[in-house]
């Protein structure tokens, strides 16, 4: 008989002789011929004992326990890293996937993913730990990638605000600042602003809207008061329109809108 059909067939003998010996234990227990066939079938099973009592050790210490790594938000270019702390009373392998994919060497408790485009957005990221007893999934996080935000801002000695209200803006901005999603935006002043200037704030209608503007050395308020327009909302963008012009000079810093 070749060796692997033994293997296979070797349960089938195991349960037999196992059937054997309890019907020959029932009819005398003293017989030497149970004795025989115990050592028989121990000769049979003998060196894969160490083997079995390994498996069971290793099932009865369970399988791993694993957190679940958090949904990431960031910019295009932008890196986004996902992470997961593994419990295990016996060695275990980890892997990550993406999208239920496994990602070739991504076997760390983290898992960066570089320069992130706006095609990445969505992709869901998971990790499966794996040990003695089987495997243990985390739940997905999810990416999320927005392309760069940015702000502009417009000072000058022309009230801009018929045009714009018309919804024309023809204005060079001499600001462009970057900006964070949904918080409030503050522009830093040029040095040596002029007295006597309109200014505008235009910025992504994605955003949340900004009703305040502070500064200390102006009069805080909200956007409508003496001092600032309404918004508008003009192709994709919201406008703050000053509603008479600001001395600059007066505004050491920046002026923060929230």
């Not at 349960?11 to 002789?17: F, G, I, Q, S």
């Not at 408790?109 to 998971?126: E, I, P, R, W």
Request: glycine content about 6%; overall charge neutral.
């Amino acid at each position: 008989m070749k060796s692997g059909s033994f293997v296979g067939v070797l349960p089938n003998l195991l349960y037999m002789e196992g059937s054997l010996l309890s019907n020959l234990n029932s009819l005398n227990p003293t017989t030497a011929t149970l004795r025989g066939t115990a050592e028989y079938v121990l000769s049979l099973c003998g060196k894969f004992l160490l083997q079995a009592q390994s498996i069971i050790n290793n099932i009865a210490s369970g399988v791993a326990t694993i957190s679940n790594p958090a949904n990431q938000s960031v910019n295009v270019g932008q890196s986004a890293t996902f992470s997961v702390t593994v419990t295990s009373s016996t060695p275990y392998t980890l892997q990550w996937y993406r999208n239920g994919i496994a990602i070739p060497g991504a076997t760390g408790l983290s898992y960066t993913l570089l320069n992130a485009q706006l095609t990445d957005s969505g992709a869901m990221f998971s990790a499966i730990a794996t040990n003695a007893a089987g495997p243990v999934s985390s739940n997905t996080a999810t990416l999320t990638v927005t392309a760069l935000l940015t702000a502009q801002w417009w000072f000058g000695s022309t009230d801009p605000y018929a045009a714009l209200s018309a919804g024309s803006d023809t204005l060079s901005y001499q600001i462009n600042q970057t900006i964070t999603h949904d918080a409030a935006i503050t522009i830093n002043y040029p040095i040596g602003a002029e007295n006597n200037q309109f200014n505008v704030l235009r910025y992504p209608n994605t955003e949340n809207q900004k009703t305040t503007w502070f500064n200390t050395n102006l009069n805080n308020g909200i956007i409508g008061d003496p001092q600032m327009r309404n918004i508008l909302n003009i192709n994709n963008f919201y406008y703050i329109v000053s509603r008479v012009a600001m001395s600059l000079d007066n505004v050491t810093t920046s002026l923060t809108y929230t």
